[in-house]
Structure formats: structure tokens, C-alpha cells
């Protein structure tokens, strides 16, 4: 193993100097030729409250990633197993984003066909105009714009994190290079085409006129077209992890013990504060799709307060009830739950939605971590299924439930004539399972694909012993804790 | 000289090394074990896992003692460690066929 | 008290079913009412830096939270203990959001009388206008708005972390049941009323000519007709919170072994974390409590620093004086004393006021933790009596001292006149024990009562087994670590 | 020791209250005389964008600091010292922001000679127009302000933290004292000078035309006219650190038993947390040392996140091949290496040029910290200078190399002509040189004679007893951890 | 009565607890300890520095039992602890001339 | 077969293992453990609570050797792990009735 590893990682190394030299001359050479090009406005007045509130939201998503997820997930698994889980968040994070800069930004957010974006913003090109200065990304309101360096770097930390959340289902048995290559394989093949079919679209301002609109509607991404609603990632991030989580837990197979066993979190504090960091964190993931600083903003955000809060309480006392205590792992587990659930809602909701829909998750997720995954029996180490997936497809149902203005929601805004409708809760419910099932088998089979791949190249398994002996020491040298 | 070694409820440590040093037993070394017994552990829940934990946290206590005070010994500490319920613990008791005290390389009785 | 905690849970949940359904129902209701009845203007222009800003300090404030106080709380308490301390401020903090959002709000921050407000904001009704825009909140400036929705998040997150910086003083011996229960009233009775006597006011708007103003003066809460001035929360949160936290550790009574046994914190670098985050965060509560990012704000922000950090010194070379050495659970101690003083008077002072009050802050904190506890005997676990009451008077007190403008102090503004003066230091002074007194009183008297109930109800305090055995195995069912 | 620790205390309380005293007064007095002198308008309008991003990027450098880097430093030191290290950070980052009030913003950002700044604004005095607004600092835009205020506070913090990063080189062995002495003395002859040399200008206004611009020119510190490119404090924070650093742990000596006792890290985890916020709150250095939030802001934002995604990944990769296993310390110390490097060069180049310099700086300190370090013998505990000093010197010249517009890099701005130019690789390096030379002599020289003068004075070392027993019980009566 | 001290290999505490319940033991005391012997440790690095660790975790387990059951039990720890690779440990008997269940002040066997 | 255990001050661990290790024994068995005895402790200072920790963290090493060589590892141990300050530790020796080692079965002196 110790072999392979050394000639992936070697070519990996180089391959990266190869692009990145390759890089730099493009993007010099692509920004004379895109400034001409570019549709927008050449050097919009950016809003500085935009401009700051977008910048801390994207630093708040890295920190959901570390140190928030990282200790999350370091603090559930055994001590021996600490290191290596927090590792494969950082590096994950930090490979991924190198290679979202080279080729992941252009693939999701520029036009191209339904499923796939094209190659004009590999490296990051085209983003200067001629004068050098930062050409704008557009945002959901027509005459809004922020610089597109932003908007790319603010996509960057979610194509990281999503990732990074995988990392929990084969937690403390997958080796450290197969993580890494599956999540490079996963990022390109499921993670981009599913942003590019959920979130991409011509922006505001090319619904000018119904032909316009329809041109443009025509433009955008397969599940943007379905009329799907996603506000914050609900379907790109958390379904698309949670069923790649299920995936690989069933192909890598369960931990050696598990069910005999105690494997019991070895530092619930890092929980708490990993789940602290994760909802402080997720208003910049949720308030911050908004792109802007406006009024609705401070809507986003009080709905994923109060949904977080209810799912708090919701998890926490049905398992007082149902489960005899209370526990820590619980509330942070409900935490996570209602933020999950509330992500694809928390821009088409009401505050009192929010409350029932985060109360919902805290119960629902306890109730498929409990008994949904002792029923199918797969080892789901952190329980990104129970949490992520079923979370997510539960927040995207009720987001076609509570986005009707009768139950508080907001509708849906048309851009051409400038008001607010509601596509009805069926027919709304019937968009939302379209971005769930589309969701779910993409990012299945894709994830189904890429372990067996990286199964027959490397192995994705660690071996019995080292798996017993746990993969900190192992796999990277090192021990947790020395107290 | 004697080796006695006592594993006791962990919050009775101090009572314990005070009723010993009454005594003039001066000093013990301290080990945190975990002892299974007939005391019951508790239950821990975790998610969808739920474990019996039966070991219990305890304390062992050894001291090396004069075999003059032995039985003093075991009838002092055993005063204090007792609370009544099951999981109070046990004394042993073991010959000692030699003892040094590093710093001085004094012996026996002298080492303790 | 198995049977009694479920029973409770159950009825919890039950209700808060209930309320929610009717809560959806009356919040649609009443937004066409409310649209119509609003005075402030239909749609104002936000400034988006203001936004920004407000955004950024609610979630800061929800930091000092969770993972904030949560850490500091959680490390100073023995291992068998943790777990339990962070569930109570993680637990509380969430339900209150919850019941903030159907109650709370509401009755702190609308016209009432002088005690109470009304209950038009229950659910968080009458938030939007007619075409679903974001109505408007007073700031501090004339003409000056940010979004309600955002207004009562921000407050929402001050109603949270108060009641949990009581949990510090009964720490490792109160059932879980009773905190929640207890906070749950504590906050009815005690927090809204007193946030409504010292925040609710017209807003500056209503200040246009000496009648008006005076007609304006009537409709505010108590104390702010009594002049005393508080700027971010020093009578509401930390008086209000510190003399609750003393009436409880009375009437629970002290930890087994207190005084006897060594109850040295179980992990300091958990306080160090903890208090540092409370100090990243609590520019949010203080520089957030400014409203607006206009340039006052910077200097609300740097008083906040500088005192915090002559806190630092003024503890820590203290205690290596008068105790030998200088630790670093007083540093960080320290940290929080600086804080709490500073929080009345940050946008009242000049900086180098601001020192003095956090350098005496430091010293007087300390003294008030070591001479006056053991001199009066009680066992407040985490000495939220002597830091946040102590600190909070001391605050209060220096507020009306530094605010004058001989001593860098910012006076007072006259809206009307649109000048600044200042009330005399004997006057403000006055003024300001006002509001320490009828703080300490209400919510001493409150909190008296609610103790007492709880203690009917279910019972205070955890049996000596349970405490001997520590809470976290007992009533949470989890251990902290299993290294 | 014990005695003479109490004394220094004594000492320092005193005059502390005595600087006070005669600052209240001083302050008060300068405000009235220093209104009429400012050039700057007297009320601008400021932009509350900028105002937000400022108040945030100032919080995220305190908490670098405090938990940060506090815990990036405690988690790699033995048990026995965590404490210790934490509180030098702790407690050194809060004297050294009183003492800015005091004096150091004064001497390092007012007029003076190439080297000193004057004493216009000790105490912070004269930062208040007669009105009582807060008066304006400039930034890098003609006609935009930032509060003076909000400057202070902001390089405050940079204050603060460079001095703490120079702990961890002769961490575990120095008496808590003479870190503090020392510090105080470094900060006042090292930091303040070089921040002044490198940063102080007239600002942009002044440039109204070439004789105007040559004036200006003249007025600014001496490595600023040589045209040393630092955006963010390479040399003032990095080199500056990482050379004190080296000069003490060479001073100071080696720890006992380094080289044949395991001295690892007690705890990892810690050291990814404090590196995940190190990563988190480096956007408020780099981006907030755009100084408003414009457009450009976001490109600062994406080289920092890119450099040091890339450095991640250049670190881990590097010792998987060359060290056998990718490690976790080595991924957090990765990120900080990037970090660094990116700091000087963040508004110079592109996101392309990031790649490389943070791919670049992970190797290169890889390097340093296990070849170098073992080639030299030295005993630089957490390796300031192999990633602070090193990391800087790479960031510096590459900064030289990558502003180079033909490379993706920003050129020069020419405020008189309004247009960007670029001085040509070699004459930029050359300029860079001097920064690196000039720092790198400076405070190598003045670091020397301070500790000489610690040592003689109250002595560097801990006794051998203490550092064998630890320092957390015998300096600060504590342990870090009762498990 | 005999003192039985196991040196084991962590993750078979479970099965050995089991395995000398059956006979019928009915209290052990466990303790985490470090061994070091013919197995191999493993080698760690921390930037500059690599150290080879030589102690592993092992779990040491002590039983105290009635001199009639010795063997057996020793027997059947030894099975269940058994993996046949370098490591497994060890087992020691020393000889207990006193046992005292603290609770009741029973001695002997009946102690146990 | 003897059980040689020794208390020693922690940071003398490394250079007791070579020591005995010189001499040909090839296992040890260590534990952390604190100890009480003629050592002071220290002062730890918590806000207003003041408490003397009288524990000091000490290292127990276990070893079993054949009787051959005991008086030789006593002496090797003690040499190395003596500094003359007060708080050194102590050796205790106790016979060792059997011995196993679990891998193979072996007894007595070839399980060691
Ligand atoms: N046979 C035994 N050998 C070694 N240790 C024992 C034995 N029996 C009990 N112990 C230890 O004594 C502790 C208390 O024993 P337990 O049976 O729970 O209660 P009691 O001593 O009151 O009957 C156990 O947790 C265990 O550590
Ligand atoms: N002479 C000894 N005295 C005390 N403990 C020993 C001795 N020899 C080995 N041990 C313990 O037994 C463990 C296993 O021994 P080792 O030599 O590694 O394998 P094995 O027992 O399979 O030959 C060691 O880690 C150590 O804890
Ligand atoms: N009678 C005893 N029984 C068991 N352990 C002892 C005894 N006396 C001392 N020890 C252990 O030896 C250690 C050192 O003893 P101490 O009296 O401090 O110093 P010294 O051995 O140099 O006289 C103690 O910390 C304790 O662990």
C-alpha cells in the first residue's frame, strides 16, 4: 500500500504543476479575449454591505468544514481514529478546492448543456475585465451583482464541504488515499454536474420578457427547469452526500466489531462544539445564498435560527421519551438535523414553517438513526444517511409544503411580471421529489461507480490489523492525544 | 513485610489515605482501574447504539507495610472504604520477599 | 423522576404542538391587520452595511453560546459533569429561542405598560407588509431601520444566553428537568419584563419636538423613563442573570464535599476556548447592540476591546500578586469580568474609560470571587454571582461615572435638541443604581419563587448517588470521553 | 523568582495606573487642540460596508490570537506545559493591546522619521472631532475612510498577535516573567518601528500630482519608500516574529532531553482546531488589510484561500512522499505556512500566482522545519522560524515575482497617474530584499539585546526542576487536565 | 487463594470477561498499561522530529480466585486471549494470603 | 520466577528499560500511577479554592525474571533511576508461583 500511495501521491503532485503552468498562461491569455465577451455590466457599483456580508459568509462555510465538521466527525469516532477523520476533512477541503479553482467552477456555473457547464472559467480565467477589475456574478435580484471572484469562492467552501461530509460514513476503516481519489472522481463526476443542474441559470436579469424568460429557463440547469427549489443545498449538498455516504458504507462493509463492540464517540465536547461551529456556521451557507445583503437576508436567517432551535427540542425530547435520556450527542445530532432540513427551505419559508420543519427533522432523523438503520442493518459510522439524506429529502418535500404564502412561505417570485405566485403544494411537491430521485440516482450510481473504481486501484479498505490498531497511528504516524 | 493492595469506591480516597497515615503508613501508591463486579454499571446511548457499561470506575490503593501492622491496616481502611453497598471492594494481601528504597538503597521495613 | 421528566417532556412537546398551529394560523391572520396599522415608513431603503452587520453580530452572539459559555462552563466542572453543563446551556439556549419566537419577543419589545408589552408579535406576526416586504425596526438614528425579523433575532439570541449563564451557578447538582423548567419561567417572568422596563422604547423617530418627546418618554419601559443608561445589556443579562444564579445555588444548596474535596476544573483549555470565543463574540452583543455600522460603532467595538483586555491584566497581576501566581482560569476569568463591565457602558464611554473600568473590573471581579464568597460561604459553582452580578454592578455604577465627557465620555444625546449633554455624574449615578436595584430585586424575588416551584413540581436537586456518580452517566446516559 | 515576579508586577500595575491618570487628562486635552489640525474631512460620509467588514476583519485577527493560535501552540507542546503556553499568548495579547492605547499606535501610525512615528495620539487622543465624531484614517481608495478608531483597533490586533507568535520558540522553558518583559520590550523597539517603516504613508489623498507625490513620498516610512510590496505584514508580522523567535530559542537554549526524549504534541486535535481558525480568521488579516470592501476585497479573499488550500495540499503530499505518512500536524502546519506566505503577496498577485506560492510554501517549510532545524541543531519548539520567518521570506520575493501582470499579478497602482504599472521582477525583488533584510537585521539585533536585558534582569530560564515538573503547576498553580 | 495478574491485548478484555465468567469468576479488576516486549511498536512523526514508540497498549487484568479453579481459569483466559502473533501477553500467579470483601468483612473465598 | 515491581519517577522510565533491558529482560509492563509519601506536592490555586495536591504522577514498572537475576536488576533499576532526592520510589519484590505466556503456552521462565 505504502507504495501505491507514494506514486498516487507523486502524480498527483506533478500533475498539479503541469496544470497550474498551463493555467497561468490560459488565464492571461482567456481575459483579453472574455472581456469582450461578457454580457454584464463592466464595472457594476457593487454594494459593500453585499460585498462584506458575502465574505464572511464564505469564510463562515470553511469554517463549518474545519474546524467545525472536522471535530464534529474526530469527536464520534474511537481516539485511535481521531486523526485520520479530521485529516480526510482537511485535506479533502483543501484538494478539492485546488481543484475547483482549475476546473470545478467552470464545470457547475457556466453555461454549457443541462448537465454540464464548459471550460471558459477553468483556472479561473475571464474574471477581469480589460481594466483589471473584478467582473460581476449575478445574484437574485436584477441589478445586483457581486464580483464573480466571490461568488466562486463562496461556491468553492460548498463543493468542499459536501464532500467532507462523506467522510462520515466510512469513517475508521477506509484508507487514506482511496478517500482522497474517490473524492476527486465524486467532485468531478457528481458534485459539479448536479450543481450545474440544480443552481445554474442565466441570472435575473435575462428575464426581461416572457421569450426572454423562456430562453433563458431553456439555458439553465435540468432540475432549475423542473422548477425543483432549493434554496441552500438541500439536494446538491446533503442528499448528494448522504446517499455517496450510504453507498460507501455498504460497499467498504461494516467496522470489524460493530455491533459487539462499544464504540461509543470518544469526545462528546467536540461534538458539542463541532455542532456549535456547524450552526454558526450555517448562516453563511443559508443567508449567504442569498447573495446579497438585503431585507430577505435577515428572513433566511431567522428561519434557520428558529428551525435549528425547534429540532434541538425535537430530537432532545423524543429521546427523553422515547429513548430514556436526553444526551449531548443528541442535541447536537438534532442541531445538524434541523439545519440539514431547513437548508432547502430557508429562503421560500416563513419563521413558524421553520419551527415545524426543524421540529420534524430533530424526530424524523432520530427515528432513522435509530430504528431505519438497526432495521437495514449497514454500519453508517456517523450517520450521514440518516442525517444528511433523509434530512435533506425531508426538508425538500416541505419546502414545497410551507413555501404556500397560505401556510406563511413566500411563493415564488416571477421575474417578468414582477410578482409573487405559488405553484400549488402538489405540483410544488412534485418538482421538489424531481430533484430528490434525480439526486439520488445520479449521485448513487456515480458514487457506486467511483468506490469500485478506486477499490480496484488502490483498495479501499485498511486492513484487519490496521483497522484494530486504528488508522492514526497507521496511516499517519501519529497519536491523538498524549495526556 | 506485606504488600496490601485495596481496590476502593474512587471517592473514598482521601478518607482512606488519612485513616492509613493515622496509622503512620506513609506512603501508597494510587492506580485508577476499572473493576466489574456485582455492582451494576449503567447505560449508555449513543444514537442508534445503546451499551451496557459494566466496569465501574475504581481506585487501588497498594501500600507495603510492616507485617506488625497488617491487620491494623485492613481494619482501617476497611472502616472508611466501607459505605455499606455492593461495589465497596476488596483488600489483598501478599507477601513481600524484598523491598528498596531507591534514593537511599535502604531495605526492608527501613525502605518504607 | 423518570416517570416525572417524561411526563413533563411529553406535555412539552404536546404543547408546543399546539401552539404552533394556532401560532401559523393567527401569524397569517394578523400580517394584513398589522400592514395597515404600522407607523414606520412602508418599505424603507436598508443600508445592506447595516445588514451585514447585524447578521454577523446575531450569529456572534449565538457563538458566546454555543460553543462559547458552553466550553467555559463545561471545562471548569469536573469530567463527570460536563456533559451535562453543556446540555443545559445547549438545550436552553434552544428552547427559549423557540419560545422567543412564539411569546417572547413580543412581550419585551412591543407597547405595553411599563413592565409588560403586548402580545401583537406573538408568533412573530405582523413582520411583513401587505406586498410581503420586511417591515422596519428602529435603531438609534432617526430615519435609521433594519428589518424586524432581523431586530428580533438579534434579541432573540440575548434572551438565550442569559438564562444559560445561570446554569453556571448550580452546576453539577441540578436535574435537567429543573433547569429547563426553571429557565422556561425564569424567562417568562424575569427576562421579558426586565428587558422590556430597560430596551423598550418609541425609537427615535418618535422624538420630533419636546411634546412629542415627552409623550414618547411615557410609553417607555421602566427604567428606561428612569434615565439609566445600559447600553448592551449590563442590568438585563448579567445583573439579571448573576443574582439568579445566587438565589439558586442557595436554594439547591452546595455540591457534596464542597470545601472538602477538590473540585478543580476538569479542562482548562475548554475555559481557555470558551473565553475566548465570549470574547470574539461579544462584539456582536456589544457593537451589535449599536443597531447600525455607522462609525460610533467603531468606537463601541474598541471600549469593548481595550477593557477586556485591561481586565486581563488587571486580574492576572492581581492574583500574582495578592495569590501567588497568575493562572490561566484567571486570565480567562478576567476575560469575561472585563466584558461584563464594559457591556453597560460601551457605547457610553471613551476608551481610556474603558480601561479603568476593565482594569478595576479585573481586580474587583477577583476579590469578589475569593474574599467575598468564602466570607459569605455559598457554593456558586462557576461564580456567576461574583463575575456577572458583581461585574454587572460595577459596570453599571462606572457607566454613570465615565460618561462624562470630562472623562472622555460620550454624554448623552438629546433627540429632540439634537445636541448632547450629560445628567451629572450624582444624577446618572443615581439613574443607575435604579437600575441595579430594581434589577436585583425583580429577579431576585422571580427567581425566589420559580426555584421554589420547580422544586414542588419535580425537585431541585439531583439525589447524592446521582451527583456522587456525576450527571453525565446518570440523567444523559453518556460519557464525555473515552480516551 | 518568586519575589521578583511579584515585585515586576507590583510595578507595572502601578505605573499603569499612573499612565492612565495622566492620559485621561492628556486625551481630553489633545481632542480640542488636534479637530482644527486634521487635513482629512471633518464628517465623512462612511461607507457602512466598509465599516462592517472592518469590525469583523478586526474580530477574526483577535481570535487567531485567542483561541487560535493559543491552541495551535497549546495542543503541540507536552501536557505539562499547555497552560503555559496559552496563558503567554493570553496574556501578552491583552498587555500589548493596553499598551497600544497607550503608546503604540501613536509611535507606529503617526508622522514622525522614517523610523518613529510621533506621539500625537498616545492614549488615543485626537481621534474625535470637536462635534465628538469619529475622525477619519484612510485607506488605499482616494476619498474613502475608514474611523480612525476602527484603524487603531484593527492594527491593534496585529500588535498583538505578531508578539504572540514568537512564543512558541522558547515555549516550555521560559519563565512567564520574562516572556512578558521581554514582550513588552520587543513590541516598543521591534514591532512599533518596523510597522512604522513599512507601513506609514500620507495616504492616497495626498497624491494629487508628481511634486505633491514626492512630498508624500518623503513622509513615509523608510522600507515603504524603498517600495517593499507587504500587503498584509510578511515582514511586520512574519519575519519580524520568526527572527525574534530564532534569536530566543537560540538564546534561551534547548529544552532538556530535546533530541533523545519523545517530546509530541499532547494534543492534535487542538492543533487542528487553532490551525482551522487560523485559516478562518486570516481573512480579516489579509482581506481586512484591504482596509474597505470593495471588489478587490474578493480577490485578496480567493488568493488566501487558494495559497493556502494549495499549501495543504503541498505539505501533505510532500511528506507522504518524502516522510513516508501524510500527517495531521503537518496538514495544519501546511495551511499556516500557506498562510504566511500568501500574506505579503494577497493584493499583488493573482489567484493563479496563489497556487504556486502556497504549493511552494508548503514544501519549502516542510523543508525547513526537518532539514534545515536538524542541519542548524537549534531548538525552535513550535517552529516560528522555519513557518513564520521562512514562510515570510518566500512570500516576499514570490511577491516580487507574481505581481508581474504577464504572471496574473496586479502590477503597481500610480495614484497621480491613475494608472497600474509594474517596477520589472528583478527591481521588485530587489525592492522585496530590503524589506526582508532590513526586518530580518532589525529585529534580530533588537531581539538579541532584549532578551541580554531579561536575562539580566529577572533571568530567561525556568529552573531545570520547574521545566522537568512542567510549567503549568509551578509558574501557574494549575493542570491543563482532571480527566 | 491465588492472585491471577493477564497481561492482554485490549480488544480481547471483552472476551476473556466472558470467558472466566463462565467458569464462574465473578469480580476483575482491569487497568490500562503499556507493554513492552518482543512486538513491535510503531514509529510516529511530528515535523522535524520521528520517534519510534515501543510500548503498546495492553490491558492488564487481575482476578482473584480460589486455589481449586487456578488452572482452569488460567486455561481459559489464555484460549480466548490467544491469537497466535507476537504480543498476546502473559499471565503471573502469585499466592494471596488474605482477601477482605470491604462491604461485610467476609475474608477468604468468601470474599471473592 | 520473581515479580519485580518498582515505583519511579516518571521521566526515569526511558533509562530504566535500557538498563534492565542490558541485562537481558526482555518485557516490562508499566503503569501510570500517582503517588503519596515523603514528596510534597504542589499548591493548585482554582479562583477562590485553594487545594494541595499531595499526589505526585509516578511510573510502576512490572517485571518477571527469573530468580537468577534479581538481585541485578534491582541494583541496575535502582542505579539509574536514583537521583537522591526525596520521592526516588521503591522496588518490591514478590515470588511468582506460575507463569505463561499466552501465545505459546510456555511456562515459568521460558514464558518471559
Ligand atoms: N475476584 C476478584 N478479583 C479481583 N478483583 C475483584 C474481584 N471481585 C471483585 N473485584 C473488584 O472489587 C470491586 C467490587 O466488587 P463487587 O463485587 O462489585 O462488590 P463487593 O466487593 O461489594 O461485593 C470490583 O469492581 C472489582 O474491581
Ligand atoms: N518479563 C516481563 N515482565 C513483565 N511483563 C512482561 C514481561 N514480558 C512481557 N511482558 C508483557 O507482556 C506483553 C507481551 O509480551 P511480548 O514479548 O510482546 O509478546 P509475547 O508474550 O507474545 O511473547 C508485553 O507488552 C509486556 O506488557
Ligand atoms: N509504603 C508504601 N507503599 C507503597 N508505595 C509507597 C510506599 N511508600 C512510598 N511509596 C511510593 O513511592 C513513592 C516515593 O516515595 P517517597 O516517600 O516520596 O520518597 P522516597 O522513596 O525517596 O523516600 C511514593 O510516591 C509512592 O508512590
Known sequence: ??????????????????????????????????????????????????????????????????????????????AKNVLSVSMQVFVTFSV??????????????????????????????????????????????????????????????????????????FAERMKFSAVLLFMVLWFTFSYL????????????????????????????????????????????????????????????????????????????PFIMIGAALLWVGWFGFNAGSNLEANAFAAQVFINTFLATAAAVCGWTFAEWIFRRTPTMLGAASGAVAGLVAITPACGWVGPMGSLVIGALAGVVCLFAVTKLKSALGYDDSLDVFGVHCVGGILGAILTGVFNNPALGGTGIYDYVAGTWGFAGTFNQVISQLWGVGVTLLWSGIVSFICYKIVDLVIGLRASEEHETEGLDTVEHGERGYSL | MKLITAIIKPFKLDDVRQAVADIGVQGITVTEVQGFGRQRGHTELYRGAEYRVDFLPKTKIELAVDDSIVEQVIEALSNVARTGKVGDGKVFVIGLEQTVRIRTGEMGVEAV
Open chain 1, 193 to 268: 454536474p448536479i450543481a450545474h443542474m440544480v443552481w445554474f441559470w442565466a441570472g435575473p436579469d435575462a428575464y426581461t420578457d416572457a421569450t426572454a424568460a423562456e430562453a433563458a429557463g431553456k439555458s439553465a440547469g435540468f432540475l432549475f427547469q423542473k422548477g425543483a427549489l432549493d434554496f441552500a443545498g438541500g439536494t446538491v449538498v446533503h442528499i448528494n452526500a448522504g446517499i455517496a455516504g450510504l453507498v460507501g458504507c455498504l460497499l467498504v462493509g461494516k467496522r470489524k466489531g460493530y455491533g459487539t463492540m462499544a464504540m461509543a464517540p470518544h469526545n462528546v
Open chain 1, 1 to 78: 500500500m505504502q507504495l501505491h500511495s507514494t506514486r498516487l501521491a507523486l502524480a498527483l503532485l506533478g500533475l498539479a504543476a503541469l496544470i497550474l503552468m498551463i493555467g497561468m498562461q490560459s488565464a492571461a491569455a482567456q481575459e483579453a479575449v472574455e472581456a469582450a465577451a461578457s454580457a454584464a455590466p463592466a464595472a457594476p457599483a457593487y454594494d459593500k454591505g453585499d460585498i462584506s456580508w458575502m465574505l464572511v459568509s464564505t469564510l463562515l462555510v470553511l469554517m463549518m468544514a474545519v474546524p467545525g465538521l472536522a471535530l464534529f466527525y474526530g469527536g464520534m469516532v474511537r
Open chain 1, 96 to 169: 478539492l478546492s485546488v481543484l475547483w479553482a482549475i476546473y470545478g467552477y467552470s464545470i457547475a456555473f457556466t453555461g454549457g448543456n443541462e448537465f454540464f457547464g464548459g471550460f471558459s472559467r477553468t483556472f479561473l480565467a475571464g474574471m477581469l475585465d480589460a481594466a483589471g477589475n473584478l467582473k460581476p456574478a449575478a445574484t437574485f435580484s436584477k441589478g445586483v451583482y457581486i464580483p464573480e471572484y466571490l461568488y466562486a469562492a463562496f461556491q468553492m467552501t460548498f463543493a468542499g464541504i459536501t464532500a467532507c461530509l462523506i467522510v462520515g460514513a
